[in-house]
C-alpha cells in the first residue's frame, strides 16, 4: 500500500487533473512544467521541491499555485527558510 493513493483518490474526487509528468522532464524543467498545466497543489517530497527555482519560477506558477505540502523525508532548513511563511525552527 502506498500512501500516495489517498492523494491520487481525493484528487478525482475533487473532479482535479492529476498530472504525472516523466521524471526526468520534471527534475530538468519543474517551474515551466506547473505553469503549463496551471498547477494549483503540489504534493511531493522535498527532494524534488528543491528543483523549484523561486528565484526564476515561471510566472504562470505564481499566479496559480495555492498549496505545496511536502513529506516523505525531513524538510531540510533551507527551504523551511526560503518557502514557508511562518519559520518553524
Not at 496551471?38 to 523561486?54: F, R
Request: charged letters at 20%.
Amino acid at each position: 500500500f502506498d500512501p500516495c493513493l489517498s492523494d491520487i483518490i481525493a484528487t478525482f474526487y475533487a473532479e482535479g487533473t492529476l498530472a504525472l509528468p516523466q521524471k526526468a522532464y520534471m527534475q530538468a524543467n519543474m517551474s515551466g512544467v506547473c505553469g503549463r498545466l496551471g498547477v494549483t497543489h503540489i504534493l511531493c517530497t522535498p527532494s524534488l521541491w528543491k528543483l523549484m527555482p523561486m528565484h526564476r519560477m515561471d510566472g504562470r506558477v505564481t499566479r496559480t499555485l495555492k498549496v505545496v505540502a511536502l513529506g516523505g523525508e525531513p524538510i531540510p532548513k533551507r527551504i523551511r527558510k526560503v518557502w514557508a511563511r511562518d519559520q518553524v525552527a
